[in-house]
C-alpha cells in the first residue's frame, strides 16, 4: 500500500523538477546574451534538485527494487542532452533569428524525453530493476548526445541556408569578405570623413560593440539593488556614459584619448557590480561578507567618479573654448564701460524742439477742447 502511494508522488515530484529544469534551459536558449548564463543560480539550482531528487529511490531501500529506479537513472542522460540541445541552439540562435528554430528545439526535447521513456519500459521487463550497469547508462547518455548533436547540425545547416538568402553571414573570417558589410552608409561615410582607414573602422566598430555590451550590463545591474541604485542616481552614472558613447561615436579619431572609458572603466564597473550582486544575493552573510560588500561599493563609488572626471576630461576643449569666450566678452565690457559715457543733456532742448509727442504747445487747446488754430 505505501508503495503504491509513494510512487505516484515521487513521479510527480520528478516530473514537476525536470519541467523547471527543462523551462530553465529554454530561457537560456531563446534569452541569454551570453553563453556563460548556463551556469546561471537557477540553472545550478535546478540541476541539483533534479539529482537530489534522482538519488532517492537510489538511497531508499524500499524504493531501490522498483522500476522508479530506472526511470529516476534515465533522467540523467535527459538533463545532459538537454544541456547539449539548449548550447547546441544557442550558437544556432547567433547565426539565425528564424522563429521556425523554436518549433525544432522543442521538437529536440521531446523526442529526448519519448527516447528516455521508452529505453526505461524496455529495461524495467528485462532483467530486473539492477541490470543497469555504469557502461549500459555511459552509452545511453553517449549515443543520446551523439542524436542531439547530429539533428542539431542539420537544423543548424538550414538555419544557414534561410539566414544567407536575407542576411548572408559567413561562417570564416574570410578575408575577402567585406568588413563593413554591416555599417550603414552613413555612418561608413562618417567614419572615413573622421580619418579612419578601414582596418581603424574595423577595430573601432569591434571595441564600441564590446563598450556598448559593458553599458546594457551595467544597466541592469544597477538596478538589482537598492544600494547600487542609490550610486547610480546620485552620478547619473548612466546618462553620463550614454552620453560619452555617443560623443566618442560621433568623434571616433578621438578613440584613443576615451581608450581608459572603454577597455579600463566600463569592463572593471561590470565586473564588480555582477561580483557584487552575486554575493549579495547569498541567503547566508557574516561579517566578512558585509565588509568585501561594502569595499565592493566604495570601489564602484570611486570608479562612477573617475568615468565622470574622464568624460569631463574627453571635453576639456570645449570648456577651455567656453572659459575663452566667457574671458573675451568679459574684456569687451570692461573696455566699452571705460569709456566716458554720452552726454545727453546738452541735446535735451533740441529734443524738446522736435519731439513730435511733445504736448506742452497743444496742452490748453486739448484742455479746452478748441482747435489751436494760427492767426
Same mark, same amino acid.
Given at each position: 500500500? #505505501? ?18 529544469? @527543462? ?25 541539483? @534538485?533534479?539529482? @537530489? ?14 522500476? @522508479? ?7 540523467? %542522460? ?18 539565425? +533569428? ?5 518549433? #525544432? *528545439? ?22 530486473? %530493476?539492477? *541490470? ?35 542576411? %548572408? ?23 572615413? +570623413? ?15 560593440? &564590446? ?32 552620453? =560619452? ?5 560621433? +568623434? ?37 561578507? =558585509? ?14 567618479? &573617475? ?11 570645449? *570648456? ?42 497743444? +496742452? ?9 488754430? &494760427?492767426?
Amino acid at each position: 500500500m #505505501f508503495l503504491n502511494l509513494i510512487g505516484p508522488i515521487y513521479l510527480v515530484c520528478l516530473g514537476l523538477a525536470l519541467f523547471n529544469c @527543462l523551462r530553465q534551459f529554454t530561457h537560456f536558449t531563446k534569452q541569454s546574451k551570453n553563453i556563460s548564463e548556463i551556469k546561471g543560480a537557477k540553472i545550478r539550482q535546478s540541476l541539483i @534538485l533534479n539529482l @537530489l531528487i534522482v538519488l532517492v529511490p537510489i538511497v531508499i531501500p524500499i524504493m531501490a527494487q522498483t522500476n @522508479l529506479r530506472i526511470l529516476a537513472i534515465l533522467c540523467l %542522460p535527459v538533463l545532459m542532452a538537454n544541456i547539449v540541445l539548449s548550447l547546441a541552439f544557442y550558437a544556432i540562435r547567433q547565426v539565425s +533569428q528564424a522563429r521556425f528554430l523554436s518549433f #525544432f *528545439y522543442h521538437t529536440g526535447q521531446v523526442c529526448i524525453l519519448l527516447t528516455c521513456s521508452v529505453l526505461s519500459d524496455f529495461m524495467g521487463g528485462m532483467s530486473g %530493476p539492477d *541490470y543497469l550497469s555504469s557502461s549500459e547508462f555511459f552509452a545511453i547518455s553517449v549515443y543520446l548526445i551523439l542524436a542531439v548533436l547530429f539533428a542539431s547540425a542539420i537544423v543548424g545547416a538550414i538555419a544557414m541556408i534561410f539566414s544567407s538568402r536575407k542576411n %548572408p553571414r559567413p561562417l570564416f573570417n574570410l578575408q575577402k569578405r567585406d568588413p563593413h558589410k554591416h555599417v550603414s552608409s552613413n555612418m561608413l561615410h562618417h567614419y572615413h +570623413q573622421a580619418g579612419l582607414s578601414n582596418q581603424e573602422i574595423e577595430t573601432f566598430r569591434q571595441e564600441m560593440a &564590446e563598450a556598448q555590451n559593458h553599458i546594457l550590463r551595467i544597466e541592469e545591474n544597477f538596478q538589482k539593488t537598492a544600494k547600487m541604485r542609490a550610486i547610480e542616481l546620485h552620478y547619473n552614472i548612466l546618462k553620463v556614459a550614454k552620453n =560619452y558613447f555617443k560623443d566618442i561615436v560621433a +568623434q571616433p579619431k578621438r578613440f584613443v584619448a576615451a581608450s581608459h572609458f572603454t577597455l579600463t572603466l566600463l569592463p572593471q564597473l561590470d565586473d564588480l557590480l555582477s561580483k557584487y550582486n552575486e554575493i549579495n544575493s547569498h541567503v547566508a552573510k557574516n561579517k566578512q561578507t =558585509y565588509l568585501i560588500l561594502e569595499k565592493s561599493a566604495q570601489t564602484i563609488d570611486q570608479i562612477c567618479q &573617475e568615468i565622470i572626471s574622464d568624460y569631463l576630461h574627453f571635453h576639456e576643449n570645449k *570648456y577651455q573654448a567656453l572659459e575663452d569666450g566667457i574671458k573675451l566678452a568679459d574684456r569687451t565690457l570692461k573696455h566699452h564701460s571705460s569709456q566716458d559715457p554720452i552726454n545727453w543733456t546738452d541735446q535735451d532742448e533740441d529734443l524738446d524742439a522736435n519731439d513730435p509727442f511733445d504736448l506742452k504747445p497743444n +496742452q490748453d487747446s486739448l484742455m479746452t477742447g478748441e482747435p489751436d488754430l &494760427e492767426d
